[in-house]
């Protein structure tokens, strides 16, 4: 079993939809929650970052996390041509960041 | 201010042959970390240094892989005899601070052997 599962997709909707991507991961032992996004041939960037359950909000972005059910989300509301990229969910344990396979998310204006 | 840098950004190699890959951190960045992410796929932690201190190698999947940093600067990273499964996206990315630190990533080499 993956210490970190992500669908890989991919997922395409309209704009202005509301997305939801999730993972799930193994050990309850993890502590730190992350977001990444990355576009066509770059690198990752840091979205947002939590480590508690519960929501955290930016702008259109929400971060959730589940720590009793190992579930974290990412929504994205009103979504705009320009989140078009992949979405790595990121959790630091094990003395390292363990990655999600990346969902790739497309916004069809 | 500048991010992090690597170069080059493609190499296309022949199975066998060795390759070097670079990486320049942020300035004043203590921790530099390499993952490669193969077509499709998240990524793979290989190794990261933090600081003087001995490098953190358990990610590196064979001993044809191989990475040096000097000092708190630049790193590269070797792989020898390459094969045609190392090919892949190689990432470099670096924090202020190992752990939970915000890690910035540069755009990667891309590497292709044939």
């Known amino acids: 079993q993956k210490e970190v599962e992500q669908d890989p997709g991919p997922l395409s909707v309209p704009e202005g939809a509301i997305v939801s991507l999730n993972c799930t991961y193994s050990n309850s032992a993890f502590q730190y929650f992350m977001w990444y996004r990355q576009y066509s041939r770059k690198g990752p960037e840091l979205l947002m970052y939590?480590?508690?359950?519960g929501n955290k909000e930016d702008g259109r972005f929400t971060a959730q996390v589940d720590k009793s059910s190992k579930y974290i989300s990412l929504f994205i509301r009103d979504s705009q041509p320009s989140d078009s990229a992949t979405y790595l969910c990121a959790i630091w344990g094990a003395q390292k960041l363990v990655f999600g396979q990346g969902t790739r998310l497309t916004i069809n204006p | 201010g500048a991010g992090v840098s690597q170069s080059p950004s493609n190499k296309v190699t022949e199975k066998g042959k060795d390759v070097e890959l670079r990486c320049d951190p942020i300035s004043g960045h203590t921790a530099l970390y390499w993952y490669r992410q193969r077509l499709g796929q998240g990524l793979e932690f290989l190794i990261y240094f933090q600081g003087n201190s001995a490098p953190d190698k358990s990610g590196l999947p064979s001993d044809r892989f191989s990475a040096e940093r000097t000092g708190e600067s630049v790193s590269t990273l070797t792989i020898q005899r390459t094969q045609q499964e190392d090919s892949a996206v190689y990432l470099c990315?670096?924090?202020?601070?190992?752990?939970?630190?915000?890690?910035?990533f540069g755009p990667g080499t891309r590497l292709t052997v044939l």
């Open positions: 939590t480590y508690s359950s």
């Open positions: 990315a670096s924090s202020l601070f190992y752990g939970t630190d915000t890690q910035y």
